[in-house]
């Protein structure tokens, strides 16, 4: 029952009623008893009602206020006689609300703060209750001042009953001296409390962490539990200094909105901070296949709970050049070291100023990153690393490590930092820990090798690690995968990552994942590739290098959707502006042009200068065929970096062709098509996409070409890319603008089918293969190559080839010939291994570079070696095989004749091509060649139809006499090489002498010699 806010309220109860227990209990229950049945009596004698009658106090209810004063005086003076009760009663009105045998309410609770205001025997009214009296002269009344109450919402006048008999409570000035006593030892009880609460709160925070950890949930519920207690400091603070109030369920309209206000705050707040957190054990198990078909379980740690930490360089105080290399190996090896921990995504950084590197800590959302300082003693090693704030590069911790072994030191420094990172031994329990020795390498050299061959100097330093050390997996691995990445030789790549898979258990399981992921790929295996991908997400969804793999495998399987779905949750969890580009790429990729407009014109507000972000817009415009705001953008970036003029005008002139042409679009599928580059193993492919041209090489992001003439493509900057037509005007290749040769040979199936029964020695198919090819690309030289080798191999028994390869197998300075698998194998330091394949006795070619040959030397009838020989196409139009006129770089040389007409014509020439040998020159002549230049020397030249024998020098370079016959109506050409003292080098190949005539030993050439027959001997 809930009473009016008006109804009068008298509270009264016996003034020191616990002492008066003590003193002579019996007494004092018969003064309680007494006290009971007069209230009771007597509220009910003056038309009241006890609301609430327990112990030492009573609360009673009346429909007016003179009842209730009227009843308070009869009480108080029954009160006077035997047995005497001290009683004091206060006088109020409110509203009350009864439950069972409790009242409670804001009436209540202001009544019984003005009734301490009484003394025993007196009777004080508020200044609702004498406004009500005043005019009854029954009642005489005293004014006792105003007092401030912390439930009333402003000071309040009170009144005591002065009738005869009753006793009045002291004056104002001491009462509110007793009030604010009484106040102080409330707000002194409050904070007491509150601090033992803070201890307490401190004391759960602190076992529930333990707990936390202990079983491996997430430590979340940490954080959570202390914003709740930190989040409802106001309503307790509220409640301590308020409690007797508040326990009477009594609530002033602040705190009614306050109390609930706070608590719905805190409760949006966790919601929202934690609301997709995950709130369980902060592992998981994951289950696989390994390379050996066995299913694996490991557990994990959830991503969100990997603690991501950026490392940089340390830098080398003192000591020399030949030690700086150290500074990119402490990192690394540290680096790795901490990389087994599963709370540890370690990301390695180059940034040197301190700046740089707080802005690229925070861009890994890490609290530190890790930075340091090494020397190098006359027979040690010091090193200082460095935990920094990642607010502010403050000094976390920070120590001197030093002793005699360098990798001893890097797992003490590894052990230290993680530490002050804050893992615990127990969480430090949960990870392999393997000494840098037991996974990396404990060969100095082999270190040394790797960090230079890591740092790009020099991609042989990895075979030198390896020579040193074979079991050094980590650089068998990068290798193979910078290899296979390239491409730069399939055949390597697959050499090193097969190493890496003999000795990949050494390393923790992460890498050990990473290395069957390379395998996998390498070998062609995009299945289980694509399931190990999966996996790895998972593991380490924020580690940088497995999403750069899974980009790029998503991009070379062509799955673009979901490498935009991955980098969507990349870019949620790391909302960084290259993060943000990377996905406005591949959104314009999938011609989402529309939204890409939209967003790049967000990042101009922001980042208005920067270029990168004018570029994409740029490109969007084209492709929306806004020619006009295109140009305008581009000159914009042109304005900002006028050093960009040059490349950036290449796109200008694009956009005016494409503006120009409308029609440019119709001719775009000219373009179309595969494109082996003939310097490695690279396949580029060129297709229509958004109404321009999409490239992409393997294992690449691809970019954007935009037409620029009908036979020209441009990207956004750089270069210009010129497709070249054969006299039937087909496409046959691809070429820089900037120089003549071409760099790319146009592919299909046919071409590659070829190739694989070449590389399977299906000799038979291969060659009719090869001849359907040259049919259909007969400006391809290349291909002439492979069918001359065929045509070789199958004039020889297998014995006779066995006994050839032997002849060639041995270590010539840096070069290193073999055999293996029945075919001879060619490897110079930090290049691929190449395959040559035999077009005679002493002349190779290789499928890996189409643009090179291989030729052997002999001095004294022995090998005494095997040279490179570049072949250099300057072709404006079309190749013409097989005589390929446009492969000969004429130079300067000196000859020797008895005709004088003859000898001042070459005198006054470069080029033979300008020398008229006719029938009747020739006729009775032999040509002995004999050259020595220190570069490659071609010369060629082209005769009426005639019969010409050639003898080779027995003193030739290159090998022992021979002759070859031209046939009539032929172009044939005498080339060649260098001088003895400058090998080894490149050379020039005769292959396509070789496949149209019997010669195959090449001169070395000094002086061309002119004699008659007579006198040849």
Not at 343 to 353: D, K, V
Not at 556 to 584: C, H, S, W
């Amino acid at each position: 029952m809930t009473t009016p806010k008006n109804t009068t309220l008298l509270y009264a109860d016996i003034v020191g009623y616990t002492t008066m227990m003590r003193a002579d209990k019996d007494d004092a229950l018969v003064k309680l008893e007494h006290f009971k049945a007069m209230m009771q009596s007597q509220t009910e004698a003056h038309q009241g009602k006890v609301l609430q009658l327990h112990r030492d106090y009573c609360i009673a209810a009346f429909e007016n206020a003179a009842d209730a004063v009227a009843c308070a005086e009869a009480l108080q003076m029954n009160f006077k006689a035997e047995p005497a009760v001290p009683v004091r009663m206060g006088i109020h009105a409110g509203e009350v609300v009864v439950e069972k045998d409790n009242a409670f309410g804001e009436g209540i609770f202001q009544v019984t703060q003005i009734e301490k205001i009484a003394i025993a025997g007196s009777i004080v009214l508020s200044k609702e209750i004498q406004s009500q009296i005043a005019d009854n002269d029954q009642f005489a009344l005293e004014s006792l001042g105003a007092f401030t109450f912390k439930n009333f919402e402003k000071p309040i006048e009170l009144f005591a009953l002065t009738n005869d008999g009753l006793s009045v409570p002291e004056s104002s000035a001491e009462l509110r001296e007793e009030q604010k006593q009484a106040n102080q030892k409330r707000w002194l009880r409050a904070l007491q409390l509150f601090a033992g609460y803070l201890v307490a709160a401190w004391t759960i925070i602190q076992f529930v962490d333990w707990l936390l950890k202990r079983y491996e949930i997430s430590p979340h519920w940490t954080d959570i539990l202390l914003w709740t207690f930190i989040g409802i400091i106001p309503s307790l603070l509220i409640y301590l200094v308020h409690q007797d109030r508040i326990n009477q369920r009594i609530l002033l309209r602040r705190e009614k909105i306050i109390i609930p206000l706070n608590i719905l705050l805190l409760f949006g707040a966790l919601t929202v901070a934690y609301g997709g957190a995950e709130l369980g054990s902060i592992t998981k198990n994951i289950s696989f296949t390994d390379a050996d078909g066995r299913t694996v379980t490991q557990t994990v740690i959830k991503p969100e709970f990997v603690k991501e930490i950026a490392i940089f360089p340390f830098k080398q105080e003192g000591g020399t050049d030949s030690t700086t290399w150290m500074s990119r190996a402490i990192q690394n090896w540290i680096g790795f070291d901490m990389g087994q921990d599963k709370y540890l995504n370690i990301q390695e950084n180059f940034e040197e100023e301190e700046v740089d590197k707080i802005n690229a800590a925070q861009t890994a959302n890490g609290l530190y990153y890790i930075d340091g300082s090494y020397r190098v003693l006359e027979n040690s090693f010091e090193i200082k690393p460095t935990l920094r704030d990642t607010r502010n590069g403050a000094i976390v911790s920070q120590r001197i490590f030093r002793g005699d072994d360098l990798f001893t030191l890097m797992d003490s420094i590894s052990i230290y930092l993680r530490q002050e990172i804050g893992i615990t031994p127990a969480q430090m329990k949960q990870s392999v820990d393997l000494d840098i020795k037991d996974y990396l390498t404990d060969n100095f050299e082999a270190l040394r090798y790797f960090t230079l061959a890591f740092e790009g100097k020099g991609k042989g330093n990895f075979e030198k690690a390896v020579e040193l050390d074979s079991t050094f997996v980590i650089a068998s691995w990068i290798y193979a995968s910078s290899l296979y990445n390239a491409p730069r030789g399939q055949l390597e790549a697959k050499h090193y990552i097969t190493l890496a898979m003999r000795y990949r258990k050494k390393l923790p399981f992460e890498f050990q994942v990473a290395t069957m992921l390379l395998n996998y790929q390498i070998e062609g295996a995009w299945d289980k590739a694509e399931q190990l991908i999966k996996l790895q997400l998972e593991l380490e969804p924020n580690n940088k290098i497995l999403i750069n793999q899974a980009f790029s495998f998503y991009l070379i399987t062509g799955q673009l959707e979901k490498a935009y779905a991955l980098q969507e949750e990349v870019y949620e969890r790391f909302p960084t502006f290259d993060n943000k580009m990377i996905l406005l790429g591949l959104a314009l990729r999938k011609g989402e042009t529309g939204i890409v407009e939209k967003e790049t014109k967000k990042l101009l507000k922001s980042y208005p200068k920067n270029l990168q972000v004018l570029q994409l817009l740029a490109e969007v415009y084209i492709q929306q065929q806004e020619y006009d705001a295109a140009k305008a953008t581009v000159e914009q970036m042109i304005l900002i970096d006028p050093d960009q003029e040059v490349t950036l005008s290449i796109l200008l002139d694009a956009i005016i062709y494409m503006k120009a042409n409308p029609d440019y679009v119709d001719k775009l599928a000219t373009f179309e098509g595969k494109f082996r580059h003939q310097f490695d193993e690279s396949i580029t492919e060129f297709r229509i996409s958004n109404k321009v041209i999409w490239t992409r090489t393997e294992n690449t992001s691809g970019w954007y070409m935009y037409s620029a003439g009908e036979s020209i493509l441009v990207p956004v900057a750089l270069f210009s890319l010129v497709y070249l037509k054969n006299d039937k005007g087909e496409v046959y290749a691809m070429k820089f603008a900037a120089e003549n040769s071409p760099n790319l040979w146009k592919q299909d199936s046919l071409i590659w089918q070829a190739e694989e029964m070449l590389r399977n020695r299906w000799y038979e198919v291969a060659l009719k293969a090869y001849e359907a090819a040259i049919a259909k690309y007969p400006d391809h030289y290349y291909l002439y190559d492979a069918k001359a080798h065929i045509e070789y191999m199958l004039s020889k028994t297998d014995a006779e080839i066995q006994q050839l390869y032997q002849r060639y197998v041995g270590q010539y300075g840096d070069v290193r010939i073999w055999i293996e698998d029945g075919q001879l194998f060619y490897k110079r330091p930090g290049e691929s291994r190449r395959i040559l394949r035999p077009i005679s006795d002493t002349a190779f070619m290789n499928l890996y570079s189409y643009n090179l040959t291989y030729h052997v030397e002999f001095e004294n009838g022995r090998v005494k070696g095997i040279f490179e020989q570049k072949n250099d196409f300057n072709n404006q139009s079309s190749v013409q095989p097989p005589n390929m006129d446009s492969r000969i770089t004429p130079i300067a040389f000196t000859l020797e004749t008895e005709d004088e007409r003859v000898s001042t014509i070459i005198k006054d020439t470069l080029d033979l091509s300008k020398l008229n040998l006719s029938k009747e020159n020739l006729a009775g002549y032999k040509i002995i060649p004999y050259v020595n230049s220190l570069n490659a020397i071609n010369f060629w030249f082209r005769q009426d139809p005639v019969n010409v024998s050639v003898d080779w020098s027995a003193k030739a370079y290159l090998g022992g006499a021979g002759q070859y016959s031209a046939k009539n109506g032929e172009v044939f050409r005498v080339a060649y090489v260098l001088s003895k003292n400058e090998l080894p080098s490149q050379i020039n190949s005769l292959s396509e002498l070789e496949r149209n005539y019997t010669i195959i030993n090449l001169p070395r050439m000094r002086t061309i010699t002119i004699k008659r027959k007579s006198e040849y001997k």
